[in-house]
């Protein structure tokens, strides 16, 4: 049996309205909507309930959901891209710890029996030492910071 | 993937993971449940529907099934969703939560009457 022109026309109208979801979740959940809400809409004209007033509520409905969904789905790539920048900072800062450590042991390996000036290296070593603890820091409150983001973008 | 989720669940995700403890639904079928379950108290709209439906795939607490047409309705194949292992343990620990809850109102209630009284 065919439906009714008034309820394919709500349809049409509501098909329309669910462009304006994000591309994704209109993908995955776009077809369903649509059944649900002629579904709905069929089920109150065989109880011989009023359409209008329900066609409204539904696209209001709708349409709040859609702004909810854009501001979830900005919110989420803002938090993806702060955890790729903490991740990249992490990395990069475990990275210049790791050369640091790898650089005052080459020159203690180096210096080793050499006297007077020669076998000084505390001058150089002095503020590698204190920038590999930076690093180290660095890396850490970065990863730290990452973990947090990452659990807030799985329980927002 | 499969997240852990936080409690308290939002009162759209508890009431489909109610409806879905029993059998696999389609959207209007859940929508339906929903409304019965709660005496026509929730009403749930498919934009709230589907964005909890969305979340909670995400999040492990549901599963697509196949698509299928619903004799009830017409001949459009329709996608059922059904509740996961996870999805039944949030349940259960949430119904325990409100039951913890309410245990905690009724001993506050017996002790204001006992107070009451005893004045």
């Known amino acids: 049996m065919a439906p009714e022109p008034s309820l394919q026309r709500s349809r049409a109208w509501y098909a329309r309205l669910l462009r304006l979801y994000p591309t994704q979740f209109r993908e995955r959940f776009g077809e369903g909507m649509e059944q649900t809400f002629a579904d709905s809409c069929r ?15 539904v696209f209001a409905e709708t349409f709040t959901a859609i702004i909810r969904e854009h501001v979830t789905r900005l919110r989420t790539n803002a938090m993806r891209d702060d955890i790729r920048f903490l991740k990249t900072v992490k990395y990069a800062a475990t990275a210049v710890g790791v050369l640091l450590v790898a650089g005052i042991l080459t020159l203690m390996v180096l210096a080793r029996g050499r006297t007077g000036d020669d076998g000084d290296i505390a001058g150089v070593v002095a503020p590698a030492l204190l920038l590999t603890c930076v690093s180290g820091v660095v890396a850490v409150v970065a990863a730290v910071r990452q973990k947090r983001a990452q659990r807030r973008l799985l329980h927002p | 993937m499969v997240k852990n989720v936080q409690a308290p669940l939002t009162p759209a995700v508890l009431h489909i993971l109610l409806a879905l403890a029993t059998e696999v639904r389609h959207g209007y079928g859940i929508m339906k449940q929903v409304e019965s379950d709660s005496q026509g108290k929730v009403r749930m709209g498919p934009g709230t529907l ?16 196949e698509k299928r047409v619903d004799p009830e309705l017409d001949d459009e194949r329709r996608i059922y969703y059904g509740i996961s292992a996870l999805g039944r343990t949030t349940l259960a620990a949430e119904l325990q ?6 245990a905690v109102a009724r001993r506050s209630a017996h002790a204001r009457s006992g107070f009451v009284h005893g004045t």
Do not use: K, N, Q
């Open chain 1, 43 to 57: 089920r109150r004209r065989t109880a011989g309930m009023g359409l209008f007033g329900f066609v409204i509520w």
């Open chain 2, 50 to 65: 589907y964005g909890s439906l969305g979340r909670m795939l995400e999040a492990g607490l549901i599963r697509e099934r």
């Open chain 2, 97 to 102: 939560r409100y039951r913890d809850v309410l």
